[in-house]
Nanobody, 125 residues
Framework: QVRLVESGGGSVQAGGSLRLSCTGSGYIYSLYCMGWFRRAPGKEREGVAAIYAGGGSAIYADSVKGRFTISRDNAKNTLYLQMNSLKPEDTAIYYC??????????????????WGQGTQVTVSS
């Protein structure tokens, strides 16, 4: 049974930093592209970043480029999202997700078939 569990969310002031983690279990973690998504109040889900199975390549949404960094530790079955220079518009529930593929073709949620429960990130001005 595939399971994804996020942690690390919280409240921070604008300009601050947070690091999210997502631990996977129930499958061979190193074989699959992993991604981070978010849903802000009243908005549709948005793809934030994704990283290839081996960790050598990643893709980012324009809205977070230069501020967020996705990484993974396959030995620990853990995905990370380092978020710096946070803005109030980054406030959302953040979800990690697993793709059925090794590569990451896009940040469309339709490309991912397993999801965590989410962790809340709140950025105050």
């Amino acid at each position: 049974q595939v399971r994804l569990v996020e942690s690390g969310g919280g409240s921070v002031q604008a300009g601050g930093s947070l690091r999210l983690s997502c631990t996977g279990s129930g499958y061979i973690y190193s074989l699959y592209c992993m991604g981070w998504f978010r849903r802000a109040p009243g908005k549709e889900r948005e793809g934030v970043a994704a990283i290839y199975a081996g960790g050598g390549s990643a893709i980012y949404a324009d809205s977070v480029k230069g501020r967020f960094t996705i990484s993974r530790d396959n030995a620990k079955n853990t995905l990370y999202l380092q978020m710096n220079s946070l803005k109030p518009e980054d406030t959302a529930i953040y979800y990690c997700a697993r793709s059925p593929r090794t590569s990451c073709p896009s940040l469309s949620g339709e490309e991912y078939n397993y999801w965590g429960q989410g962790t809340q990130v709140t950025v105050s001005s």
